[in-house]
């Protein structure tokens, strides 16, 4: 059976402008139910005005919106029963403790006491937060900190979940575990909209990326397909002798060779089906190959490609 395909946020036209000064331009957004969307851009760009509008924190001067269904102009509360957003900056309480920040949610989103408690204590259980739970906020570090935002998001049980920069200074290994709960809340049915400047870490985690800069989308697709927009990718083929190295030079006449290293670089989209045709016209041409090795474009490559360029230029690039 085909498991239908339902959208948990759709925008169409969003405008936001602050005096002279454009933020958004007319931006059109498809999010399916169930996916995790990155939204990439520069500083200035319009990613967080983006969230803050989708959030109903803030009006957009033009355009419409739903999320689940629910026009965000004209049932903004049916809206907000429906989200949680954890932002660039913790909304934890330093002189509460992890239970006592989750319980004042619980209060805030008007559970009963029972089940205030019983959601209270299956989020400190899920963010391994047990040991700490009796401790003031103020000691976390800064793993556990956004740990307790990211439960204090979901203590209302979101379907819909904006993160903004959600591991914004966070080490290595803080960042993978965010990464993994992220990973395990989608698997529950959660749809996440994405902001941040890690673009390894929208590399990881999203479905489809769009890129926005100076108020406008210019790039939307999967990784896969944005980091193919960007020339540069390369196969790079080691031979054992120079004999070998010569042989496949001639062959392919569009290479770059390194004689110190005996290697050499064709260019190449690093899909299959240019990979396979690149090693059959080397086993026509009866020459070995002691190595290989695929370097794509990374979704960097691509942010510093597309974004910061007047628009003619981006269409060349591209």
């Keep these: 059976m085909t498991r239908s395909v339902r959208s948990a946020i759709s925008a169409t036209g969003l405008r936001k402008s602050y005096g002279d000064k454009v933020v958004l331009d007319g931006i059109d957004l ?5 996916t995790i969307f990155a939204l990439l851009g520069p500083n200035g760009a319009g990613k967080t005005t983006t969230v803050r509008i989708l959030s109903t924190l803030i009006n957009a001067d033009g355009g419409d919106a739903r999320i689940a269904g629910h026009d965000l102009s004209r049932q903004a509360d049916a809206v907000r029963a429906l989200i949680g957003v954890t932002g660039q900056f913790s909304a934890v309480d330093n002189l509460l403790t992890g239970r006592e920040n989750l319980r004042l949610m619980a209060d805030l989103c008007h559970l009963d006491r029972a089940a205030g408690h019983r959601r209270v204590d299956h989020l400190l259980v899920q963010f391994d937060l047990v040991d700490v739970a009796g401790k003031p906020a103020s000691t976390y570090s800064g793993g556990l900190r956004r740990r307790l935002d990211l439960a204090m998001t979901l203590v209302g049980e979101p379907r819909v979940i904006f993160l903004d920069e ?7 290994r803080s960042r993978r575990a965010m990464w993994q709960i992220i990973r395990d809340l989608v698997a529950g049915g959660v749809t996440i909209l994405l902001t941040t ?4 870490e929208a590399d990881q985690l999203a479905d489809r990326v769009a890129f926005l800069d100076h108020g406008r989308l210019i790039a939307e697709g999967t990784p896969r397909e944005l980091k193919r927009l960007i020339p540069g990718g390369h196969v790079v083929l080691q031979f054992a002798d120079q004999a070998g190295l010569d042989a496949a030079a001639r062959t392919l006449t569009a290479s770059t060779r390194d004689d110190a290293a005996l290697t050499l670089q064709v260019p190449s989209d690093g899909g299959v089906g240019s990979l396979r045709s ?30 910061g360029q007047p628009d003619h230029e981006r269409a060349m690039a591209r």
């Excluded at 498809?30 to 169930?34: A, D, L």
């Excluded at 959600?166 to 290595?172: N, Y």
């Design 166 to 172: 959600p591991t914004a200074g966070l080490d290595p």
């Design 278 to 307: 690149l090693l059959d016209q080397l086993d026509r041409a009866s020459i070995s190959v002691a190595g290989l090795a695929v370097h794509t474009p990374d979704l960097d490559d691509v942010f510093l490609t597309l974004t």
């Design 197 to 200: 400047q890690y673009l390894e």
């Design 30 to 34: 498809e999010i399916v139910e169930g």
